[in-house]
């Protein structure tokens, strides 16, 4: 078994300010993934890795950066946060392969709040 | 585009009792790979069984079991003898293969499950 932790647990941010959330998984899996879940929306892929010091773009890219620098953490960072904007970030690792090895493991999530 | 669609909002039953929880789905994809997942109160999604396109057999975990009907495009998520703790929101979701071997997935927009005394 393993665990994936985020932090920080809530965020509250100024509209145009940079926000890095944090996320660690001791899994030793090779894949790790930022999902945003908007209410009502569903869950979203942000930014995903296949290994460290790799980044790809998912299908929300625009306003984050991500950075791998080690096989269990993966940080994702609001380059401008915008007005009002409230979300859930969760994070997610996964082996990636055939069988019961690509099941994606999901952490507690950051609760983003933007005055 | 794939896709994945849960049609039921919000489900409540009374305790002990079976729920079933629909979901349809879209792929071009001949070999493909089906979960669901639970959000509880506290926001924490939790993988709850997964279904392979290859296998026939129906998944089936502790007191969730699948109907995969695959002719039809459908996997529901039948939850036996409910407790009240069962109260989530329910995530169906397909994995869309993206780069190489890698997949993101693609989630239903949940079905809030009430489980009544």
């Known amino acids: ?115 | 585009a794939q896709k994945v669609t849960q049609t039921q909002t919000s489900i409540s039953v009374v305790e002990k009792t079976t729920v079933t929880m629909d979901c349809v789905y879209e792929t071009r994809d001949s070999s493909y790979f089906l979960f669901w997942y639970k959000q509880t109160a506290s926001g924490e999604i939790v993988f709850l069984i997964r279904q392979d396109s290859y296998k026939k057999e129906n998944a089936t975990v502790g007191h969730y079991s699948l109907n995969f009907q695959k002719p039809k495009s459908s996997i529901g998520l039948i939850i036996t003898a409910t407790q009240i703790e069962d109260s989530a929101v329910y995530f169906c979701a397909m994995r869309e293969l993206i780069t190489g071997n890698t997949g993101k997935l693609i989630f239903g927009l949940g079905t809030t499950l009430q489980v009544q005394p």
Request: with cysteine.
């Open chain 1, 1 to 115: 078994g393993g665990i994936i932790t985020q932090t920080p647990k809530f965020l509250i941010g100024q509209e145009g300010q940079k926000l890095t959330l944090k996320c660690q998984q001791n899994f030793n899996h090779d894949t790790m993934y930022w999902y945003r879940q908007d209410s009502g929306k569903g869950l979203r892929l942000i930014y995903y890795s296949i290994t460290e010091n790799d980044l790809q773009k998912g299908d929300l890219s625009e306003g984050y950066d991500a950075s791998r620098e080690k096989k269990s953490s993966f940080s994702l960072t609001v380059t401008s946060a915008q007005k009002n904007e409230m979300a859930v970030f969760l994070c997610a690792s996964s082996i990636e392969g055939t069988g019961n090895q690509d099941t994606q493991y999901f952490g507690p999530g950051t609760r983003l709040l933007v005055l």
